[in-house]
C-alpha cells in the first residue's frame, strides 16, 4: 500500500497534470503508472524527477534496451519490487526476450554472491584493476 494517496488526473495540481501531459506525449500513450501518481503530490520533484529520467533514459550511447537491462539490476539490487516490475516490462516491449531475462537474471545472481563473497572475504583489489 502506498504511503499517499496516488493521485488521479483530477485531484493532481495543475502543474502535475502539465507533467503526466508530458509523460502521455514522451511515451506515446494516455497511461500515467502509479509512480508518477505517488510523485504528484510533490509537482516540483515530480518535474524533476520526470526530467531527469528523460535524459537519463533517452537516447545515448547504451540502446534503450541495455537501459532497461542496468535498470531492472539495479532496482533487483536495491529490492524495488515497483521498479524490478516496470522496467522488466519496459524492456518487454523494447524486445528483450525469455532467454535474455533469464541470463539477465543469472549475472545478476552471480554478481551478488561474488559480491558477497569478496565483501565477506574483504578481498584487497589488484592494483590492475583501479582506475
Known amino acids: 500500500m502506498a504511503t499517499v494517496p496516488l493521485l488521479t488526473d483530477?485531484?493532481?495540481?495543475?502543474?502535475?497534470?502539465?507533467v503526466f501531459d508530458d509523460i502521455r506525449k514522451t511515451r506515446g500513450g494516455d497511461f500515467i503508472n502509479n509512480f508518477w501518481r505517488a510523485l504528484a503530490h510533490?509537482?516540483?520533484?515530480?518535474?524533476?524527477?520526470?526530467?531527469?529520467?528523460?535524459?537519463?533514459?533517452?537516447?545515448?550511447?547504451?540502446?534503450?534496451?541495455?537501459?532497461?537491462?542496468?535498470y531492472?539490476?539495479?532496482?533487483?539490487?536495491?529490492?524495488?519490487?515497483?521498479?524490478?516490475?516496470?522496467?522488466?516490462a519496459a524492456a518487454r516491449a523494447k524486445g528483450m526476450s525469455d532467454a535474455q531475462h533469464g541470463e539477465l537474471?543469472?549475472?545478476?545472481?552471480?554478481?551478488?554472491?561474488?559480491?558477497?563473497?569478496?565483501?565477506?572475504l574483504q578481498v584487497?583489489?589488484?592494483d590492475a584493476f583501479k582506475a
Open 42 to 70: 510533490d509537482p516540483a520533484l515530480l518535474k524533476a524527477t520526470w526530467e531527469r529520467l528523460k535524459q537519463v533514459m533517452g537516447p545515448g550511447e547504451l540502446d534503450p534496451l541495455t537501459k532497461e537491462l542496468i
Open 105 to 120: 537474471l543469472a549475472v545478476i545472481g552471480m554478481a551478488s554472491q561474488t559480491n558477497a563473497l569478496a565483501t565477506a
Open 124 to 126: 584487497p583489489v589488484d
Open 72 to 88: 531492472i539490476a539495479v532496482s533487483v539490487a536495491n529490492s524495488c519490487e515497483y521498479c524490478a516490475h516496470s522496467h522488466t
Open 10 to 18: 483530477e485531484e493532481a495540481s495543475p502543474e502535475a497534470r502539465a
